[in-house]
Structures are given as structure tokens and as C-alpha cells.
């Protein structure tokens, strides 16, 4: 699958789920250290990537194995600020921001499939783990 039909697969999926979903940010080519700053998502030679530029340097470079994958980057990153944004916006005083912040995390991946509900889950789950809630 080339760029171009990975970008079409992953907005129609994207569209057909949470419509209100802005992808504008993911550009969908090749990036690198003189690419302006952001997410790039790319086929080459039967791989997938998943990059992120900022001020000049590659800080996170994946190579992926399945379109399944790149889906689960791509949603996991812009999911995440949706959920900050309404943590922000709904943590009751004196309770762990972070509650808010995964059970909206937990809502917005479940959208997508009950695979990835249950994978940021468990993720969550050994977060919480290693880093117990710290309501005051």
C-alpha cells in the first residue's frame, strides 16, 4: 500500500467513526530534519512510519508493521490531547487530573474498536501501577 492509500484508509476509517476528528495536523508524506515541524505518516517498501519533527530533529521515529498500527499512533497522540483538553476542563478539585484524563482516553479509543479500548487500558492500568492516583 502506498502513502496515498494509507492516507485515504485512515481517514475513511477516521471519518466513518468520529467525524468531528481534524487529521489536517498528519501530513501524510515523508518528513525529516528539514521537514517543518509535526506528524508524518508514510509507506515505503511495504513498511509503515510514523515520524515526529520538531525544531529540526526527528524526536520519535517508528517503523510499523500493519495500517492497523499506524491507525493506533496516529489516534493515540490526537486522542490524547482531546482527553487533556477535557481533563483540563472537567477534573474535580482535589482529585487526580489523570482520571479524568484516562477515562476520556479509555472513551475516545473505544470508538474505534474494542481492541484498542482494551489496549489503552492495559497501558493505563500499568501506568496507574507504577504510579498510583494521587487525589489530595
Not at 467525524?19 to 521537514?35: A, V
Not at 517503523?63 to 477534573?91: G, R
Not at 477515562?103 to 501506568?127: D, M, P, Q, T, Y
Request: with cysteine; net charge negative.
Amino acid at each position: 500500500m502506498d502513502t496515498s492509500m494509507l492516507e485515504r484508509k485512515i481517514k475513511e476509517i477516521v471519518n466513518e467513526r468520529m467525524p468531528d476528528l481534524d487529521l489536517s495536523p498528519i501530513h501524510f508524506c515523508e518528513g525529516g530534519t528539514k521537514s517543518p515541524e509535526g506528524t508524518y505518516v508514510y509507506a515505503d517498501h511495504g513498511k509503515y512510519y510514523f515520524m515526529f519533527t520538531e525544531k529540526g530533529k526527528i524526536k520519535e521515529q517508528l517503523e510499523l508493521e500493519s495500517e492497523e498500527e499506524v491507525l493506533w499512533n496516529i489516534l493515540d497522540a490526537m486522542l490524547f490531547e482531546i482527553a487533556s483538553f477535557y481533563a483540563s476542563k472537567n477534573t474535580a478539585r482535589g482529585t487526580d487530573f489523570r482520571r479524568a484524563l484516562f477515562a476520556k482516553e479509555i472513551e475516545l479509543h473505544s470508538k474505534f474498536s474494542e481492541k484498542f479500548e482494551a489496549r489503552k487500558r492495559k497501558e493505563i492500568e500499568g501506568i496507574l501501577k507504577e504510579h498510583p492516583y494521587n487525589d489530595l
